[in-house]
């Protein structure tokens, strides 16, 4: 049994980590990091305790970094420094250069490192990667992804709408975004984006348009807050056919309220949601395959264990967060920017 403790107790630690690692056969979670206020829902059988220090002082072998963006890398350097294997949400730290020395001290202490890409672990991405793989879409042209929300609304004390590094939603969903195109269509030659303020009063991006540049494709991915009628999840046209698909993996809903990955059917996709394949024969509706966030965790429990190779591993992460960077100095620049340039 691996001991796990959770720095970081917010939305991301209650609703993504806590009961997706409490669903994974070989994981037991003991310990979390909740540095102020009262817990107002206590996992049974997990202690709280109030700093780092204090979780290392117990018999924990993986941390779980839920924390915000600017603080994973002095947190990951700590655990790692201490001996523990360590997942980080994404992003996985702020800058390349964080990722690159984490990745360097795991290697050092021989700890397994990854980053929470759970988004590779969603019914769609899983459906889109099966017609991929099948060829059902020929040689893809082009590739658009969206993570549109609508909240015109500011919440000026969230961290992640302050002007702080690491914030913005680039930073928020663009690793969902790019950790998926990079998996399905490897690295880009070049990359370009728009990241922006659409909503009056913001202090960080909001919105973004990325384009990956490939030698004979296109990928784009897109975000806005301010999307009442969000587009496709994913749009996909190649010269065999187009797979387009709307609607947002229910896993997110479901651990929302309350539900867990160990309940039977406890993240069923409506049929009216599912993909629909277009080709010169017609138009047929792609039930989604069904995936889970417990995946991810599963692997990590093996390969701490040596029974499987790391699925997510740092190098792929310290990839999305080149794009990241890369992305930025583009919007800066409002020029095209080679890869390799990172």
């Known amino acids: 049994m691996i001991n796990v403790g959770l720095v970081g107790?917010?939305?991301a630690g209650k609703v993504f980590h806590a009961p997706v690692i409490g669903a994974v056969d070989g994981l037991r979670l003991t310990t979390i990091v909740q540095r102020s206020?009262?817990?107002?829902?206590?996992?049974?059988?997990?202690?709280?305790?109030?700093?780092?220090?204090?979780?290392?002082?117990?018999?924990?072998?993986?941390?779980?970094?839920?924390?915000?963006?600017?603080?994973?890398?002095?947190?990951?350097?700590?655990?790692?420094?201490?001996?523990?294997?360590?997942v980080i949400d994404k992003p996985?730290?702020?800058?390349?250069?964080?990722?690159?020395?984490?990745?360097?001290?795991?290697?050092?202490?021989?700890?397994?490192?990854s980053v929470y890409h759970n988004r590779r672990y969603v019914g769609d991405f899983v459906t889109l990667q099966q017609l991929l793989e099948q060829g059902a879409l020929g040689r893809v042209a082009a590739y658009e992804s969206h993570f549109d929300r609508f909240r015109p609304e500011l919440r000026p004390g969230a961290w992640r709408e302050q002007a702080l590094s690491g914030s913005g939603v680039w930073f928020d969903l663009g690793p969902h975004l790019l950790d998926q195109a990079l998996v399905l269509f490897g690295v880009p030659q070049a990359i370009?984006?728009?990241?922006?303020?659409?909503?009056?009063?913001?202090?960080?991006d909001d919105a973004f348009d990325v384009t990956l540049h490939y030698p004979a494709m296109r990928a784009l991915l897109r975000a806005s807050m301010l999307s009442a009628a969000p587009g496709p999840t994913f749009a996909v046209h190649g010269s065999g056919g187009s797979f387009v698909k709307f609607g947002t993996d229910p896993q997110e809903a479901a651990l929302r309220a309350g539900a867990t990955p160990d309940?039977?059917?406890?993240?069923?996709?409506?049929?009216?949601?599912?993909?629909?394949?277009?080709?010169?024969?017609?138009?047929?509706?792609?039930?989604?395959?069904?995936?889970?966030?417990?995946?991810?965790?599963?692997?990590?429990?093996?390969?701490?264990?040596?029974?499987?190779?790391?699925?997510?591993?740092?190098?792929?992460?310290?990839?999305?967060?080149?794009?990241?960077?890369?992305?930025?100095?583009?919007?800066?620049?409002?020029?095209?920017?080679?890869?390799?340039?990172?």
């Not at 117990?58 to 350097?77: E, M, Q």
């Not at 277009?278 to 995946?295: D, E, L, N, Y």
């Open 9 to 11: 107790f917010g939305f």
């Open 37 to 86: 206020g009262a817990p107002d829902a206590r996992p049974a059988g997990v202690e709280f305790v109030r700093s780092v220090d204090a979780l290392l002082d117990r018999a924990i072998d993986l941390v779980v970094i839920a924390t915000p963006n600017a603080s994973h890398y002095s947190i990951a350097r700590q655990c790692l420094s201490a001996g523990r294997h360590v």
């Open 92 to 113: 996985f730290a702020t800058t390349a250069a964080e990722a690159e020395e984490l990745i360097g001290l795991a290697r050092s202490h021989a700890k397994v490192l």
């Open 192 to 204: 370009s984006a728009d990241i922006r303020i659409e909503r009056p009063g913001a202090q960080a």
């Open 263 to 342: 309940e039977p059917n406890w993240d069923t996709e409506d049929p009216a949601m599912f993909g629909a394949l277009t080709t010169s024969a017609g138009t047929t509706r792609i039930a989604t395959t069904p995936s889970s966030f417990t995946h991810y965790y599963a692997n990590v429990c093996d390969a701490i264990l040596g029974q499987a190779p790391l699925a997510v591993t740092p190098e792929q992460a310290l990839a999305v967060m080149r794009g990241l960077e890369l992305a930025v100095a583009s919007n800066r620049q409002r020029c095209l920017v080679p890869w390799g340039s990172a």
